[in-house]
């Protein structure tokens, strides 16, 4: 069950630390930086002020001093620490910032960073907020103090993502001690950026004298002061150190600091703790490992009840204790450096007794965050291990599961699978394959860790031999539902590559059966993507749009899918190039080629191969040779068999070279004789052996896939082979007469309630005699909706195979071509721009085959494209 912590981070409340959300307050006697001041006051004019300097060097304090004189402007500040340098804890504070500007927006787009898994989820998230920040007529000032700590690669490009797309109404300043992670020359060269360096931020000499006498009140002699003033160099940090140093020890000489080198820092630290009694020094270098505490926290740690009284002394003694919410307190992040230096000088057992103690202190408190934490710095992985596994949030406990070295996450085999998934997830194919190196021994030794199998043939691509588990096997395992429904899914798409369809579909209902009592989106997509691509394998395309109308509502419905558009986009298109639905499919991929193409290798190709066949369909079969070209070059297809999708293609186009066909060959008769070819495969072979007219071993073969299809009712397979077989058979078209219309009327009846169209038109040389025939002999034996179809497939046959086809809006400007208009005069009558009228005119020509308007009119006259 969760905790109460986890759930209270997760609404924004006791996680949320309000004094980070604050503008700090300028000391009492501060000193004025007129300058800096001065230069701060055109910053409105730059998307970005960038204020860095070492710390201590006064960044802070000057930013508070210029809110303060500048009340009307909208700062939203956040102070920053090493916690969130990562995506959920920045943007959280982020939100929490900007919450008044979100207005009723917020709740939804808190929701959706609380649930994002992948980066892209985060990224989409964040044009959202930049969406509803562009409705602010204000001006919106984010202040990010202490951005040093931000490094996280992923983090980092959400934040450059932000600041470059941000409207011209919000500005940003950031307070750092090194230079931004970020990119910063496109800003610098648009003069969008104001930068105040470390040289700036320098005390001069009557400035440090100043900070010395009217901030810290020091009433040592001039000489005293004067020295401490040139020493410091003009660091903030080391006249405030220095300048505490004598204030708690009248005892202090001038002549014991020399210089501020590397050494000072430390140096400092002892002069501060020497003037403190043990207990004080001890309370405060053990409790420095807590990134918050209170009385009973310190209390419990180090086994006092003392902490109260010391907590409340070294406040009136300024010694850097900050408040934050309630009663709990952190220290300043520049002391707690000091502190934790002499921490680290500690006895090893006693450093480790003081972090297993904090870490079950703030796991008893509900802070499990805090508790991985300090496991972590021991480092005691076995316990951050059960203590992730209560992190129900999964991208945050995911995100400890990274820091833990492989070899030790192994141990646990079911987050070894969520490290490999988590990886999966942000496309990190790197990480994947490190996963599976170290799993590999767990793998072939142990009967558990068979769930790695899928994922290896995953990040192997051309492994579809995969051993498939059983569902009693799965379900038999000690494993959580959503690791079951994820290994269902996965294992479902191997099924599939070996065509076990019916088993493929059995283990994504089981997927979608468990999705309902997890209620994940991520599950509940890819279950119904991966089943529309088994339906579409079986040619129930129907089905498939109805699949993907519940994809892309869920799309709408939950926004953080939204980086799998890609991914429906290509199943779409695939359904309207096999029903021949040409502008459809166009636009499809029209919108995919407008996103960001995926990492994942198999998406992209999927979208380049659907944009072939589309070609091939237009009649851009040299657009459609380049693409096959480019598909051949990727890893997948150096895999003989595998390259039968595109050779089939290669040989309609007749662009097949031998040598690709002679090793396509090679490897077949291989598989035959080890009875491992797929059928799809054993098609495009069957093409093969009929172009070298090995005709009685085509047909054999044919009747195998026929007898292989027809049992398991795969309609695409079915149409792809008896179409094949016809072919065959023509050679010799009057002996085989009866069969040829048999088999093509077992066609027609497996195609017209899907309009399963593709094959036919690709077959068009012997699908229209046969068409004429049935027209005039056999007509009534079919029915309504059989005949209904066959119309159809004729009025597309029209034009040659190699000439399809023009489009609905091609054909107008053709009608309109014959009866003489000029391109002006064809885009009036169809409310189109003239330049419009050319691009149609260029595909026309290219269709065509012609190079003018008389060829053009001509030509579609001969084949009874337009009446004569």
Known sequence: MISKYIGDYMEDSLKIISTK????????????????????????DYKLTLVQGKAGSGKTTLLACFTQENPFIAFKWITLDSRDNNIFSFWYYILKALKDYLKDEYENIFFLFKTAVH?????????????QLNKQDDDIVIVLDDFHHIYDINLVRTIELFIKYSPDNVSFIVLTREEPSFYLGDLAISNQLLEIGEEELKLTYVEGIDFLRQTLKMRQDDEIVSQISILSEGWIGGLQLVGLAFLNNENASIDSIKVLNKYVVDYLSKEILNVLDKDEREFLIKTSILNYFNEEICNQLLDV??????????????????????????????????????????????????????????????????????????????????????????????????????????????????????????????????????????IENDRDYRIFEFA???????????????????????????????????LSLFLSLQEQYDIALQFIDRAISIERNVENPYIKYFAYSLKAQVKEQLGELSECMVLYKKLYDMLHQYPLLSPLTFNTYIGEAGIYIKQLKLDRAEQVLYRAEGMSASSYVPLKRGYLYNLMELNILKGRNKEAIKLIQELMSSNMYEDDVYISSLLKYLIYLESAEKEIIDDFVKVCENQVQGNKMRKEDMLTYLRVLFLQEQ??????????????????????????????????????????????????????????????????????????????????????????????????????????????????????????????????????????????????????????????????????????????
């Open 21 to 44: 959300l604050k503008v700090p307050v300028p000391r009492r006697n501060h000193i004025r930086r007129v300058l800096l001041l001065e230069k701060l006051e055109t910053f409105l």
């Open 119 to 131: 980066r892209e989820d985060i990224e989409r998230t964040i044009i959202l907020l930049i969406n």
């Open 305 to 442: 009840q003392t902490s109260k009284q010391l907590i409340a002394g070294m406040i009136d003694r300024n010694l850097f204790i900050i408040a934050m919410n309630g009663d709990n307190y952190r220290y300043h992040n520049m002391f707690e450096e000091f502190l934790r230096l002499e921490f680290a000088s500690l006895d090893f057992e006693m450093k480790k007794e003081l972090h297993i103690r904090a870490s079950k202190i703030y796991e008893d408190l509900g802070d499990l965050e805090e508790a991985i934490a300090h496991l972590l710095q021991i480092p005691d992985y076995g316990a951050t291990l059960e203590l992730i596994q209560n992190i129900e949030h999964k991208p945050l406990a995911w995100s400890y599961l990274s820091q833990i070295p492989i070899e030790n996450v192994l141990i646990d085999r079911e987050m070894t699978f969520h490290l490999f998934f988590y990886y999966f997830c942000n496309l990190q194919l790197d990480k994947c394959n490190e996963v599976l190196k170290y799993a590999q021994k767990k």
């Open 456 to 490: 290896r043939a995953l990040m192997e691509e051309d492994n579809i031999t995969t051993d498939i588990m059983t569902i009693d096997e799965i379900e038999e395992m000690a494993i959580d539902d959503t690791t079951k429904a994820i290994i269902y899914l996965n």
């Open 695 to 868: 005709d009685e071993k085509a047909l054999e073969m044919v009747d195998e896939v026929l007898k292989f299809a027809r049992r398991n009712k795969i309609r695409t397979y079915i149409i792809e082979a008896t179409l094949l077989k016809i072919k065959i058979l023509n050679v010799n078209f009057i002996s085989n007469r009866r069969e040829i219309l048999n088999l093509f009327r077992e066609a027609i009846h497996y195609s017209y309630g899907n309009k399963i169209i593709l094959p036919f038109i690709l077959e068009g040389d012997i699908v229209r005699p046969i068409i004429e025939i049935i027209q005039n002999e056999n007509y009534g034996e079919f029915g309504i909706r059989e005949r209904q179809f066959l119309i159809e497939l004729q009025a597309l046959l029209k034009a040659d195979k190699k000439d399809l086809l023009l489009t609905d809006r091609e054909m107008e400007v053709l009608v309109a071509l014959a009866t003489g208009a000029t391109n002006k005069e064809i885009g009036n009558l169809l409310c189109i721009s003239t330049s419009t009228v050319k691009t149609h005119l260029i595909n026309i020509y290219s269709k065509l085959h012609v190079s003018n308007r008389v060829e053009a009119i001509e030509k579609a006259r001969q084949k009874g494209i337009i009446d004569t």
